[in-house]
């Protein structure tokens, strides 16, 4: 009698936990599935990928220019694309860490277009009085707001105000970026007149300038269609920055402009 009684307990334990099993396997496999689901990498598979460029040209026999435009992205920022793609030129973008975070689908675009994309500090800092925890501060954070946004991983540097210090040369070496300066400066950001902006651009322009814009400014953004076109007429070949030295830029090093020699192909 005792013995039946436990064979008949073991039974109906049995049966709960066989039970028990069951209702857990059903619903705990499909909510796996679900989170698993959730968590992939949907950010990447959004990343458009540049149209394949056509080889970039000799900088050391055309005459190359090198558009750039710091401190954005903005809301002009949009124009200034449709600006540069009707019109098939390629320029560097030297973004601001904090704009790139607020604006991640206009980073995409520039990328996607096939600009170059480089970084200008996080909170437009002046790096060059800037202990070595800020300066590593700004630049990470801002090399990873691009990297959300783009996929890219910035090989440029532009120190913000143009200052910069052998503390900065030795951090951006060990980063693997070099610093980008410039040689025309048309002041853009003072002089809020297209005309003005346009005059300057082209009285200081030869071979292998690069060209300090800001396209946060609407008055810059329109300067642009004069600016290209007339110095088209002239021949120039407008290329991004890295284009202009052949792919070859050292990081640590400081760039304002292509000299003759400098690129590939010549001594
Ligand atoms: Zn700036």
């Keep these: 009698m005792i013995g039946v009684v436990r064979r008949a307990a073991a039974a109906v334990l049995v049966a709960a936990v066989c039970g028990w099993l069951s209702t857990l396997a059903p619903d705990d496999g499909p909510v ?25 040209p000799d900088c050391t026999r055309v005459k190359c220019l090198a558009l750039t435009f710091d401190d954005g992205p903005a809301e002009s920022t949009g124009e200034l694309l449709d600006i540069l793609a009707s019109r098939n030129v390629k320029a560097t973008f030297f973004l601001v860490g904090e704009n790139v975070a607020e604006h991640p689908d206009l980073v995409r675009r520039e990328h996607a277009a096939g600009h170059e994309i480089a970084d200008h500090s996080y909170t437009h800092a002046d790096l060059g009085r800037a202990s070595k925890k800020t300066i590593v501060s700004e630049l990470t954070r801002t090399q990873d707001a691009i990297r ?54 082209l009285k200081q322009a030869k071979p292998g300038s690069i060209v300090l814009l800001h396209d946060i400014h609407p008055t810059t953004v329109r300067a642009v269609p004069e600016i290209i076109d007339k110095l088209a007429a002239k021949g120039y070949v407008f290329v991004t920055v890295t284009e202009l030295f052949g ?21």
């Design 32 to 56: 796996r599935l679900t989170a698993a689901k959730d968590k992939a990498p949907e950010r990447r598979s959004e990343v458009p990928k540049p149209k394949p460029k056509p080889p970039p």
């Design 148 to 201: 959300n946004a783009s996929g890219v991983t910035s090989k440029l540097l532009r120190p913000p105000y143009g200052s910069t210090s052998e503390r900065l040369a030795r951090i951006t070496r060990r980063m693997g970026m070099a610093q980008v300066l410039w040689t025309v400066d048309p002041f853009d950001w003072r002089h809020r007149e297209s005309d003005d902006i346009e005059r300057r651009v």
């Design 247 to 267: 792919g070859k830029l050292t990081p640590g090093k400081e760039y304002r402009e292509l000299e003759s020699g400098d690129g590939q192909g010549l001594p």
